[in-house]
C-alpha cells in the first residue's frame, strides 16, 4: 500500500515501495494498493482506476475523491504551532489527503486475503487510516523523519498498531522508538538496494570543470525545503574566503539561484548524465535536513565519489559515519570540510565504495526484505 | 481552578525516577457510581482496591442510563469513595435510531461510515472526554479503560496508546465483529482479560496475542452472616427456589428462562419450585405461578437469597464474566447455566460447579436432579466456593494489575 505508485512517479519512498514490490514479485505473489494521483501536492487523478500490471506486480487503482484542500497549508500551521484541538488535527489529515474511500473499503474488505500488508509512509491518509483496518497482518515502512506533524493525534495509536516496521535507516528506528516508545514491536532496517550504474561516461564533465577547480555536485531536488538556499550561502562564502571550483546543480528547480560563473544549474539530467556527473564530481554535497535515506549518497559511493551532508541531519550524517565515506559539517564549517573531504577523496570513495557493495547488493536487500515479511505473515 | 489542582496533583505524581510517590492512573469507564450494570461495578471495585498503590482518578460521563446515555448527573468533578471522578457531558442522547445504525452496521455489505456512525449513535457520546485525554492523558502513568464497545474506549484509547490498559469485557456480540475495533485490541500496551474464555474468543478473532496480557476478572468480597431463612421470611417464601439475579431482559436471556421454567413446571407439576428473579425488569415477567420477581435488593438481602437457593440460574449467552454467578459460587451454590455461552459454560467446567443445559429438556432434567438431589448442588456448589477462593481473590487481582502497570511504566521510563 502506498500513496502513488509507477515509474513516472518521483518521491523517496514511492520508489523504494517500488523496488520493494518488484524484488518480493520474484518470490512472492504481489499486489499494490494505490491511489491514481501522480503528483503529491494537488493529488489530481493521472492514472486510470482499476488493475493494471506493472511487470509480475498487479496495480489495484483508487480514486481520488477532491482534490488537496487550497486552505491545507494554513490549516497545517494551525496544527503545528498555534494552540488548536483534537478536531483540529484529525481534520488535518483528511485535508493532507489522498482521500481515497474507496482503497480503505477495499483494506476492510479484501485485507484478510493477504498474508502481510506493507503501508508506505506514515503520513498520508491511506496509511493512518487504513492500518488500523488490518493492524494484526501489517508492517510499517513509516519513512519517518524528525518533523512536527509525527507528533499529530492520528499517528499516536498509528505506531503502536503494526506486527512490524521496516526502516529505511537505524536513525529513523531510533526516532521511532524514542517518540512512541514502541520498542516491542520487531523490526527491520531495511536500507535499500541498488542496481549496478548504468553506462556513463565522466571524461566530457571532467574536461569542462576540471580547469576551474574542484567539482562539487549536488544532485536531487533544488528547492528551500532540501536546503539548497544554505549550499548556496555557504558555497558563496567558501568562495569569498578563497576557496575555488564549481558547484553544479542538477535537479528540478524550485528557487531562484544567483547568477554567478561559479554555480552551475543544469535542471534535470538523464540517468547517464547523472552517473557521469557523480563520477566526475571531487564531492557531492546533500545539504538538506529532512531526509529518511539519501539514496544520492549510495549512488556517489557506487561510483567512488566522497560526500558532504549536513550535520543537522542524523540520518545522512549516520549513513557517512558507517560508510565512512565522507565528512558531516555544521554551517559556517562547510568550506573547512570540503577542503578535508577533497584532501583524501580517494581514500572516502573507495571506503563508501565497499560500503554499498556489501550492504546495498540486491542479495543482502532480499533477506533483509524476506524477514521484515516473515515477520507479519502468520 | 479546582480543575488546575487536580491536574497538578496527577503531574506531580509522575516524577521520574525511583522516588516513592505513586504512579498516576485514570480509570476511563461509560458510567461511574452507583449505577447498575457489571462492567461499571467491576470498574469500582476495582478502584477501590488499586487507591492504595496508585494517585487514581476516573474520567466518565454525566449520566447512569445505558439505554438514553442521558445527562442525569452535573457534569464536572465529583468524588466517589474518595476518589476524584471527572464528569464529561453526553453531548447527545444515544441516537432514537439507533437499532436503525445498528442494523446498518452489522450486515454484510456495511461501509467504514456505517461503522463509524453506529459509534457515535451508540455513544455515550462525549467528545469533552476524548479532549480531555487528548491535552492531558499523557499527564497520567496509566489510563485504564473500561468495556471495549463504547465511545469513550473505541475513540479514547488511540488517544493514550501507550500507556493503555484495556478491560475488555468482551463477549460474543455482532458488533466485536466490526472492524472499528480492530485498534482497540491491537494499540493498547496491555490487556487485563477477565477469563480464558474471553482471552480465546479475542485472540480468535483479533490476532492480538503479541499484546502483553493477563488473565487478571475480579475479587469477590464475601460478606459474613449469609441467612437464607432470614430471606425466606421476609419474602414469604417457602419450599425450594431457583434464583437469578441481574437485569431481566431479552438479551440476558430472560425470555427462554421463562419458557423453560414454565414447560417444566407444567411437564412436572410435583416438583413445587418456584423462579425467584432479583433485578429490574426491562420485559414484562409472565404472571404464571411460581414466578417471584422482587425487584432490586440490597447487598445484605441478595446474599441471603443467594445462600438459599437450590441453584443458581444465569441464561445469558453475552458475558464476559458473571459477577453474580461468582457471587452464587461463593456462597456455596450451585448454577445452571446456557451451553451455549462459552464463558459460563467454560468456567462451570472448570469449577466443577455447574450444569449446562441444550434446551428446555436438559433444563428440566437438571432442575429435577438438583431438586431432588440436595447433596449434590451442596457438592457443586462447595467445589465453586473453592474455584472462586482460589481464583477470584482480590489480594491476587491487585498484584496482577501492579505487575500490569509496572510493565508499562518500564517501558515509558
Redesign the interface.
Known sequence: MVQRYGAEVVGGSESHARVVAHRLAMVNEVEVATTNALDYWSWAPHFPVGESMDGPVRVRRFAVTGLRSPTFKDAERHVLFEAH???DEEAWLAMQGPHT?GL??FL?REGKDYDAILFYTYIYEPTAAGL?????RAALISTAHDEEPLGL?PY??LF??P?AFGFLTPEERDLVHAR?????IPSEVLGIGLEPPPWHDPEPFREHYSPRGPLVLYLGQVSEGKAVDELVADWVAHREGGGAGSLVLAGTTRMAIPERDDIVSLGRVSDEDKYALLEAADALVLPSHLESLGIVLLEAWQVGTPCLVSAKNKVTSGQVARAGGGASYERGGFGKALAAVLAQRERLGESGRVYVEAECAWPAFDTRLEQLVDLVA? | MRLARVRHAARTARRPGGDLSEPSLLVVVQRYGDVPGGAEAHARSVVQRLRPHFAIEVATTNSTDYLTWKGDLTAGLDQIDGVTVRRFPVERPRAWNFKLHERRAFRGGH??DDERAFIDAQGPYA?EL??FL??RGRDYDHVLFFTYIYYPTVLG??????RAVLVPTAHEESAIGL?AY??VF????AIAYNTEEERRMVWRR???E?VSNEIVGVGIDIPLGRNATRFREKHGLTGPYLLYVGRIGVSKGSRELFAHYQRWRASDPAHDVSLVLVGDAEIAIPKTSGIVHLGRLNEQDKWDALAGCAAFVMPSLLESLSLVTLEAWAAGRPVIVDARSPVLAGMARRAGAGLAYRGAAEFAEICELLTDDPALGDRLGRSGADFVARTYTWPRVVETYVDLFAEVRA??S
Open positions: 484541538t483534537r478536531s474511500p480503505l473499503e476492510r488500523p483496518l488490518v493492524p494484526e493525534v499516536r495509536a503502536q498498531l506486527r512512541f516508545r514502541n520498542e516491542h502468520t | 461501509t467504514l467528545p476524548l479532549d487528548f491535552k484509547l488511540p488517544l493514550v496508546p501507550e472492524t480492530k485498534p491491537h494499540g493498547p500496551r483479533f490476532h492480538n503479541r517501558r515509558l
